[in-house]
């Protein structure tokens, strides 16, 4: 990520906000995905910067396996794949619906053509 852009996303959290952070690759390990070599760089140091500013949500994908973690009350967030047949660990096409009201985040995962899954049950149950 980098000092200037780890130093751009501290300055502009808003206290007043739902702080949301978009990013491609992750900051913390996705389990069933093979070997790491993808996570940034810099995660520690990312990681210590947003628990100093608690962002309400993080979102990343690229592991192309749904998953959720919770740290130092930030939630993070991990997209599936929503057409490639390259699949890591849930094996269907989906993406994430996060609604987000009163404060309240409800995370569902959404598989293409079927169900939602609570996160819930998809990372604590594992099947
Ligand atoms: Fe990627």
Do not use: C
């Not at 990520?1 to 751009?8: A, E, L, S, T, W």
């Not at 929503?82 to 269907?92: A, K, M, N």
């Not at 987000?100 to 169900?115: A, F, H, T, W």
């Amino acid at each position: 990520m980098g000092r200037d852009q780890i130093k751009f996303i501290e300055n502009n959290i808003a206290k007043d906000r739902l702080n949301v952070l978009v990013m491609h690759h992750h900051l913390i390990p996705v389990p069933d995905t093979g070997l790491e070599a993808a996570i940034a760089e810099d995660a520690g140091d990312v990681l210590k910067m947003l628990s100093k500013v608690n962002p309400e949500l993080v979102l990343s994908g690229h592991r192309h396996r749904p998953w959720s973690w919770k740290l130092n009350d930030i939630n993070f967030f991990f997209s599936g794949a929503i057409s490639t047949i390259r699949l890591r660990g849930f094996f269907e096409n989906s993406y994430n619906v996060i609604q987000i009201e009163n404060g309240k985040i409800s995370p569902q995962l959404k598989i293409v053509g079927g169900d939602f899954i609570d996160f819930n049950k998809l990372t604590r149950n594992q099947q």
